[in-house]
């Protein structure tokens, strides 16, 4: 009987449980026992897991947020964090509980970062991964979708169907911050669907001018409000990355773009102009029915290649169709927006504006 470890790794986003659920009822169904790592690779360090079962993993999966099995973005076996602020590498510890606990593969739930890691682990030791990417940013390579980054985009919508009622009765520019880190493909997606007047991504550098000079153009005509949705990773007018330092994590994070924005429309046109920062709510909350599809296609696929013993794959979506290709190839280049695809295509042929001339 195979052995198989779940874990999902990184940040959390809609759809994880979803996906947990299809690796088990698939895996029970070809006779396989899984084990769910509680707090990523930590769990494999302490052997800290839960028997997953198709009992265990009802239909209410479909639809829960976050994980069940929790997420950790501090978890680098190559660089664990000790208590005095130390870093050791547990690697060696990882491997000998992956022999002890008898497993035949690990099924990563993860993104670029998570990759990154399972495949120095298969790279040193002899130990099997399959990945499932999951990332609201949809920055990993290979694959159209990942899991979270549609439910992830809805809140998005939804948030700016709300924006525009307040923005329209005030007549306010109301500036939306978008997560995606280094990406734009969220702000894209989700500026779009809310139909956003402008949209400014980390791919393409935006002028203040045209910026100002879009809004008042709508602003003199019928529409006497406007939405901008601005990327997280956006830079400053002199090329400085918009960060906050992240004390407890010892790390810089995206914080403030919308804020920047904002105080820079009120200088350039005097509309008064108000900042939204949606922060969590883009990864909180149950996936929408497009994740919990991608999320099941996904999971058991993923158990499909377990059996068949096809390891050190990552399981993609490309052109509607659900594949495989090798890790290495997700986390070799990372998945920008193409700034002459058809989503900023789109976008132009909306009149929406990207800040460039
Ligand atoms: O990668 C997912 C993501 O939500 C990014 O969009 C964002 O920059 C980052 O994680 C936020 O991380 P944290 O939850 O650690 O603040």
């Given amino acids: 009987m195979k052995k198989i470890g779940v874990m999902t ?3 959390d986003c809609a759809g994880l449980n979803a996906a947990i659920r299809a690796i088990t009822l698939r895996a029970c169904d070809l006779g396989m026992q899984v084990l769910g790592f509680r707090e990523g690779s930590v769990g494999l360090l302490n052997r800290d897991y839960v028997n997953l079962t198709p009992k265990k993993t009802s239909y209410d999966f479909l639809m829960r947020g976050g994980s069940v099995l929790g ?14 602020g130390a870093q050791i590498d547990v690697t060696a510890e990882i491997i000998a509980s992956y ?16 990759f990154s890691i399972m495949h120095s682990l298969m790279k040193k030791f002899d130990m099997n991964v399959i990945g499932v990417p999951k990332t609201i940013d949809n920055d990993l390579s290979c694959t159209d979708y990942a899991i979270g980054y549609s439910s992830s985009a ?28 280094d990406a734009g493909h969220l702000a894209l997606a989700g500026g779009i669907a809310g139909g956003a007047d402008i949209i400014l991504i980390p791919e393409i550098p935006y002028s203040m001018d045209v910026v100002a000079s ?12 406007a939405i901008l949705v601005v990327s997280e990773a956006i830079k400053r007018m002199d090329g400085s990355s918009v960060i906050v330092m992240d ?31 949606l922060g969590h709510l883009q990864r909180g909350g149950g996936p ?22 096809n390891y050190g794959q ?25 700034v002459y695809g058809q989503l900023v295509h789109t976008a132009r042929g909306l009149g929406i504006c990207l800040g460039d001339a």
């Fill in 9 to 11: 790794s990184g940040g």
């Fill in 71 to 84: 997420c950790i973005s501090k978890g680098n076996p190559f660089q664990y964090p000790i208590e005095d």
């Fill in 99 to 114: 022999e002890a606990l008898g497993l035949d593969v690990i099924i990563s739930i993860g993104g670029d970062g998570s």
């Fill in 154 to 181: 809805q809140v998005i919508s939804d948030c700016i169907d709300k924006l525009q009622t307040t923005a329209e009765s005030h007549q306010r520019v109301i500036v939306v911050q978008a997560m995606g880190r």
């Fill in 214 to 225: 879009h809004l008042k153009k709508v602003f003199r005509s019928q529409k006497k409000f």
């Fill in 247 to 277: 004390e407890i994590n010892n790390r810089h994070r995206y914080d403030g773009s919308a804020a920047y924005v904002a105080s820079l429309i009120e200088q350039h046109t005097g509309l008064e102009t108000r900042p939204v920062v």
């Fill in 288 to 309: 929408n029915a497009f994740d919990r599809i991608l999320a099941s296609q996904l999971g058991v696929y993923a158990v499909d290649l377990a059996a068949q013993g």
């Fill in 314 to 338: 990552v399981v993609v979506f490309q052109d509607n169709k659900v594949t495989h290709v090798p890790m290495e190839k997700t986390i070799n280049t990372y998945n920008h927006v193409d």
